[in-house]
Nanobody
Framework: QVQLVESGGGLVQAGGSLRLSCAAS????????MGWYRQGPGKQRELLTT???????NYADSVKGRFTISVDAARNTVYLQMNSLKPEDTAVYYC?????????WGQGTQVTVSS
């Protein structure tokens, strides 16, 4: 059973930074792609960024230049470094992983950005 456990959310002032972590059970290279989504109040879940097994990254325009996804294979962990945070970044952030056609989700971690 694959488990993804997020951590690192919290309350931060606008302009601040947070780093989210997503610890995966088992070796992270079993996944062909991993990513981060978020869902703000009253909004649909939004794809923010992905990273492939080969290290190729993609970012949504809303976070490009501010957020960075990275992988620590030794720790089986994916990170989301978030800089220059804005109030509109307030949301529950979810880790996501694909193993072939199987999709896995973490439980989510709340990020609140105050103005």
């Amino acid at each position: 059973q694959v488990q993804l456990v997020e951590s690192g959310g919290g309350l931060v002032q606008a302009g601040g930074s947070l780093r989210l972590s997503c610890a995966a059970s088992g070796r992270i290279f079993r996944f062909n792609v991993m990513g981060w989504y978020r869902q703000g109040p009253g909004k649909q879940r939004e794809l923010l960024t992905t990273i492939t097994r080969g290290g190729t990254t993609n970012y949504a325009d809303s976070v490009k230049g501010r957020f960075t996804i990275s992988v620590d294979a030794a720790r089986n962990t994916v990170y989301l470094q978030m800089n220059s945070l804005k109030p509109e970044d307030t949301a529950v952030y979810y880790c996501h992983a694909m193993e072939l056609s199987l999709a896995y989700w973490g439980q989510g971690t709340q990020v609140t950005v105050s103005s």
